[in-house]
Each structure stands twice: as structure tokens, then as C-alpha cells.
């Protein structure tokens, strides 16, 4: 069974390099008297000043001789070599910014980052190439090349039966999961790896492939993410703070494809509110089913983590039920919210 969950998308970063720049000094910079001997040396001289020129030129050349020029002396050369360790002094001081500047201001952009990360749930998977075996964390970044190529990976969830296919981009290519036993398709047919985040079940027992193709003559990038269900059940009361720590092991998502369910009883109530939410607002969300509902992966009538104050009608009376926290695009993030009676 395949139910095709929220389409948000968060974005990545970037980085930067530094690129060193060399200075490369002629000879007629190091020595200008130089460069004065190779313009009279390029000279046409006339018959007429000839016998004066030459003079001149010998007197020129013998002054700069007594002078200790270095043009044509490699002790002179030698000395010249000095010049890198400029470079490197200049290099040095295009850095000395950044050693320098304001803490605050570098500790509020660490933040920023570990917040973002903290959201977005960055994947750390092993990268798997076409032809591979997609396990829980996977990342895929491949390529149709050529017209009527398919792709085929190998499916090893270990005990997993329901997992997310997450950050999916490939414009106009499709995918669909197979079951090995029959060669029939799991769930829906021809599914869009275009964007967003699919849940699919196995239903039956054995080995499962994964395949990507192009629609007619369709080539291109395309990309995702596996991360299977992982749920995890904490009893609660109305009335109680959630969060980290409270109970023991809740108030994050701590892994991707985490499902927590906070079930509690009614106990009179006719409807709930969930108030105070904070955590990762964007990446996080909410989902009040009976108790006895399973298909926890799947969201019918989420609500946002934080800012959603209304009621929440228990419509089933008097019973357990269960407030459920989940990613519909599988990353991670804390979370703290009040179940209270509402109505």
C-alpha cells in the first residue's frame, strides 16, 4: 500500500575555497636600469651619432656595473628568490579577518547551522549507485543517459516492511517497487520521482528490487533517500508536558523514518488541544488516531507541530487514543508540546 505524503522540501549547503594568488615579477620590474640597457640595445642607430653613441652606451654599462647591477649577476638572482615569502605575508593577512573576528558573531552562525541541520535532518547514508543494494539511510544520485535505460536496485530492509522514499527529485522519471517472488508490483503503478516523499509496505514475504526508468525518451538526474518506519510508543496522560526527556526517550526524532505515538486515555474528555509546540516546526507534525490505527507512516489529517491551537475531537468516546509525531519527509528534529482538554 502506497499513500503519497507532504511535498516540503528544505534546502542544503555550500562551501567555499580559497584560491592563492602568485605574483610573477619580470626581470625589467626587479631591475629598471635593465630594462633602460634593453631599449638602447633595441635602438637603430645611425651612421651619424654613431661614433657618440657607443661611448655613451660603454659609460652607461661600466656605471652600472660599479653599481652592483643584478640583472646579469646570479648572486643578484639568487637574492631575488625572497619574493614568495611576500606572497605568503600577503596571504597571511587576507586571513587575519577571520582570526579576529567578533565570537558572538561566530557562535550565532554555528547556531544557525546546528538549527538548520537540527531540522532538515541531513542524510548521512551510505551513497548506493544503480545496480546496488538500497538499505535503511541509503542516498541515491544517478543518471539516465540514454533513451529506454532502467535502473535497478536491490531492496535490504532487514525486518523492515515500511519504509520512505524521501527527497526525490527526476523530472518526468518514474520508479516502482517489485516484489522478487512474482515479479508483480508493490502498490500503485508508474509512480513520479518528480518531488516529495512516498511511503511504501511490503506485503509480501522474500526479496524486493526498486526500478527507475524515463518516460519516452526521457534521460536526466534523479535522486532520493530510503529511511524505513521506525516506531516507537510512549504511554501519557492529558495533562502532561512532552518533551525531551519527559517521558524518558521522547522530544526528538532522533533518527530519520522515526514514528512516535503518545498513547493516553480519554478519561471524560471530549476533545484535546495541543499547546506550546516548539521544536522543528517546519519539518515536524502532529496527528491525533484512535489507538487502535496502525498505519502510523501515513498521514490523513496531520496538523503543524507548532502554532496549532484548536480542538481535536475524540469522535470514537470514551477510549485510548493516540497523538502521533512524525516527519512526512523523514528527517529529524525535537519537539515539545502540552496535550490539555480542550472544549
Known amino acids: 500500500m502506497i499513500e503519497r505524503n507532504g511535498e516540503h522540501m528544505i534546502g542544503e549547503r555550500d562551501t567555499g575555497e580559497q584560491n592563492g594568488h602568485r605574483a610573477n615579477l619580470s626581470l625589467a620590474t626587479l631591475n629598471p636600469a635593465v630594462s ?30 660599479l653599481a652592483g647591477c643584478g640583472a646579469i649577476n646570479p648572486a643578484s638572482n ?54 546496488g543494494t538500497l538499505t535503511d539511510g541509503s542516498v541515491v544520485s544517478a543518471e539516465l543517459t540514454r533513451a529506454g535505460q532502467k535502473d535497478v536496485f536491490k531492496l535490504d530492509l532487514g525486518d523492515a516492511r515500511e519504509f ?17 517472488v512474482d515479479d508483480q508490483p508493490v502498490g500503485l503503478p508508474n509512480l513520479s520521482l518528480s518531488f516529495g516523499t512516498w511511503v511504501m509496505k511490503f506485503t509480501k514475504s522474500g526479496t524486493h528490487r526498486l526500478e527507475i526508468w524515463g518516460d519516452t525518451n526521457v534521460v536526466g538526474q534523479y535522486g532520493f533517500r530510503i529511511a524505513t518506519v521506525k516506531p516507537r510508543t510512549f504511554p501519557v496522560a492529558i495533562g502532561m508536558k512532552i518533551g525531551e526527556g519527559s517521558p524518558a526517550g521522547a522530544g526528538r526524532l532522533d533518527v530519520s523514518g522515526r514514528v512516535e ?58 477510549g485510548k487514543y493516540a497523538l502521533i509525531v512524525r516527519s512526512n519527509t523523514a528527517k529529524t528534529g525535537p519537539y515539545s508540546f502540552q496535550i490539555v482538554r480542550g472544549g
Open 164 to 180: 520512505y522514499i524521501a527527497d526525490m527529485h527526476g523530472d518526468n522519471i518514474q520508479f516502482q517497487a517489485f516484489s522478487d
Open 78 to 131: 639568487a637574492g631575488d628568490a625572497a619574493t614568495p615569502e611576500v606572497v605568503s605575508t600577503a596571504t597571511q593577512e587576507a586571513a587575519a579577518p577571520v582570526e579576529t573576528s567578533d565570537t558572538t558573531t561566530a557562535e550565532e552562525t554555528t547556531e544557525e547551522t546546528t538549527e538548520q541541520s537540527t531540522d532538515t535532518g541531513a542524510a548521512t547514508g551510505n551513497t548506493v549507485q544503480p545496480g
Open 261 to 318: 505515538r503518545f498513547e493516553f486515555d480519554s478519561d471524560g474528555a471530549s476533545a484535546i488541544k495541543v499547546i506550546g509546540g516548539t521544536g522543528a516546526c517546519t519539518a515536524i507534525e502532529l496527528e491525533l488516531v484512535d489507538a487502535a490505527y496502525t498505519e502510523i507512516a501515513n498521514a490523513r489529517m496531520p496538523i503543524p507541530l507548532c502554532g496549532y491551537e484548536s480542538d481535536l475531537p475524540l469522535s470514537n468516546g470514551d
Open 36 to 65: 633602460g640597457l634593453a631599449r638602447i640595445g633595441d635602438m637603430t642607430i645611425s651612421p651619424s651619432v654613431s661614433r657618440l653613441a657607443k661611448p655613451a652606451v660603454a659609460i652607461v654599462f661600466f656605471s652600472l656595473t
